[in-house]
Each structure stands twice: as C-alpha cells, then as structure tokens.
C-alpha cells in the first residue's frame, strides 16, 4: 500500500485495511438477513478448525450450525474441541504468536435459479468467492466439498438429481454447494472460508527500516490472537448481501410485497416445470 499510493507513513495504510471496517458490512448485512428472512432464506456460521485442531473435520450441516452456542468464546462448529481450541489460543498469547483456521456459513432455503451461467461476471459463485475473499485475512473459499471433489473421481463428485412431486427437482447429496453453473440449485449454499494468522506478531518478523533502509524487526501493534470467530460472522453478512443483491435481480418488485409475490410466483413455475 505504501510503494503504491506513495506514503512515508505505514499507518496510513494498515489503519484503513483493519478489520474494524467490516463492522459496517456486518451492519448492511443485517438489513440483507431480513430481507431474506422474508424469503425463507436463513444464514449461519460456525468455526469449523482453529489451527491443527479440526482441519481434517468434515463440512458441517445445516443442522449443526444450528446449534453452534453463540454465547461460547469461538463459536465452534463441534462443541467437543472447544477446550482444546482455546488452549491453543492461550498457549499462542503467552508465545506472542497468533492462529488461523476456517469457518463454514451455509445459507438455508435459497431459491432455485439465483445468478447466471450466461456472462461470467454473472455466475453467483464467483460473486460469493469475491465477497469472501474480501473479507481481511480470508486467503482461501472453498463452495461445497470442492476440495474433496479435486481428489477424487466425477462418479464420487457431483450430484445425483431425482424429482419429487411435491418439491420438484431435488439432489441427495450437495457436494456442489448448491450451485451449479454460477446459478443456485435450490439446496443449502455451503460456503467454508480459510483465513491466515494474523500478522501481527508480538515478536516482529524481519522487516526493512524505510529510513535507513536496513534490516529491522516489524513493529508490533496491539491485536488478537486469531478473530476467527468474528470472520465468520462477517461472512454470514457478506452471504447475505450477495444473496439478497442476486433476488432483488431476480425477483424485482418496488415494494417488500412485491418483492415477495414474484418469489412465491417463481417458486410455484420451478415447482411445476416442466409442464406436461
């Protein structure tokens, strides 16, 4: 930020790149949950790893995001490595280190037939990876069990679809996520994000002083040990504000009321297609 904008000043930057300005995301994003509320659409989270611990855990359920406690320290996905996790973050404070992990959001009741597979700037999943991504510290999106699919056969990857009459065209598995093609299938949308160690460090790594331009240690400021937790609430917010942007795309209407009579109509045609 400095070499691009051409500061003396490094604060100049890392004031602005904080965190603290995703509490303005997360407050838009409030306003986006009821919006989809009145859609049937819900949205949560939940830590799903914390450095080592939990890294080899399976992607949640929509069920076990329910229970997440919101009132526990790190909001763990599976409550039973809670303990651990926070021994962790203990042991990293007194060591003046800090810890990543990752988060599953998954957003329950979404419409069939949200984004596009027309134009690529369209595609839904490539909106959601961008809004994550922006999220800071958020190295890595992954949509469904993407990253198991890339290891395995087509066979054990993708979606077997069978229609019921009363719901339509429905899948038994969701490896997907619940997109395909850019455009939402009507299961859950399953997002998990993967997010670096915070850099500040107590214990500078290498740095340049930019006055002598020699070695010297990064200076430290104040910061937490992992804002794991905090990530993922910032993702639910940002989930939303891609989903509720992509219904009113899709649905339109100059009022909440109408607004909701063109998704109860929508729902009804995807309902019954293909007529006979």
Same mark, same amino acid.
């Given at each position: 930020?400095?070499?691009?904008?051409?500061?003396?000043?490094?604060?100049?930057?890392?004031?602005?790149?904080?965190?603290?300005?995703?509490?303005?995301?997360?407050?838009?994003?409030?306003?986006?949950?009821?919006?989809?509320?009145? !859609?049937?659409?819900?949205?949560?989270?939940? #830590?799903?790893?914390?450095?080592?611990? /939990?890294?080899?855990?399976?992607?949640?359920?929509?069920?076990?995001?329910?229970? #997440?406690?919101? @009132?526990?320290?790190?909001? @763990?996905?599976?409550?039973?490595?809670?303990?651990?996790?926070?021994?962790?973050?203990?042991?990293?404070?007194?060591?003046?280190?800090?810890?990543?992990?990752?988060?599953?959001?998954?957003?329950?009741?979404?419409?069939?037939?949200?984004?596009? +597979?027309?134009?690529?700037?369209?595609? !839904?999943?490539?909106?959601?990876?961008?809004?994550? !991504?922006?999220?800071?510290? #958020?190295?890595?999106?992954?949509?469904?069990?993407?990253?198991?699919?890339?290891?395995?056969?087509?066979?054990? @990857? +993708?979606? @077997?679809?069978?229609?019921?009459?009363?719901?339509?065209?429905?899948?038994?598995?969701?490896?997907?996520? /619940?997109?395909?093609?850019?455009?939402?299938?009507?299961?859950?949308?399953?997002?998990?994000?993967?997010?670096?160690?915070?850099?500040?460090?107590?214990?500078?790594?290498?740095?340049?002083?930019?006055?002598?331009?020699?070695?010297?240690?990064?200076?430290?400021?104040?910061?937490?040990?992992?804002?794991?937790?905090?990530?993922?609430?910032?993702?639910?917010?940002?989930?939303? !504000?891609?989903?509720?942007?992509?219904?009113?795309?899709?649905?339109?209407?100059?009022?909440?009321?109408?607004?909701?009579?063109?998704?109860?109509?929508?729902?009804?045609?995807?309902?019954?297609?293909?007529?006979?």
């Amino acid at each position: 930020g400095m070499q691009k904008y051409g500061f003396t000043d490094a604060r100049d930057v890392l004031e602005r790149a904080s965190a603290r300005e995703s509490a303005a995301r997360v407050a838009a994003g409030a306003f986006a949950k009821m919006l989809l509320a009145r !859609l049937g659409v819900q949205i949560r989270s939940g #830590v799903r790893s914390l450095g080592p611990i /939990g890294a080899d855990a399976p992607i949640p359920s929509w069920e076990e995001l329910l229970s #997440v406690d919101d @009132a526990s320290p790190l909001r @763990a996905v599976d409550a039973a490595l809670e303990p651990e996790m926070v021994a962790l973050v203990d042991q990293a404070k007194k060591a003046g280190d800090t810890l990543g992990g990752s988060a599953t959001v998954i957003a329950h009741g979404v419409p069939v037939g949200l984004g596009s +597979h027309v134009q690529w700037h369209e595609k !839904l999943d490539g909106r959601i990876a961008q809004a994550l !991504l922006s999220v800071p510290a #958020v190295k890595g999106v992954e949509l469904g069990a993407a990253v198991a699919a890339a290891g395995g056969f087509g066979s054990a @990857a +993708h979606d @077997a679809i069978s229609y019921d009459p009363s719901f339509g065209f429905v899948r038994a598995t969701n490896r997907a996520g /619940g997109l395909e093609g850019g455009v939402t299938n009507g299961e859950d949308v399953v997002v998990t994000i993967y997010k670096k160690p915070i850099a500040t460090l107590r214990e500078g790594l290498p740095s340049v002083d930019l006055d002598r331009l020699e070695p010297h240690a990064a200076q430290y400021e104040r910061s937490d040990v992992t804002a794991l937790p905090a990530a993922a609430v910032i993702g639910e917010s940002m989930l939303a !504000l891609v989903l509720a942007d992509a219904c009113l795309e899709k649905f339109g209407g100059d009022s909440m009321e109408e607004l909701v009579a063109h998704f109860e109509a929508s729902r009804e045609q995807q309902r019954r297609w293909p007529k006979r």
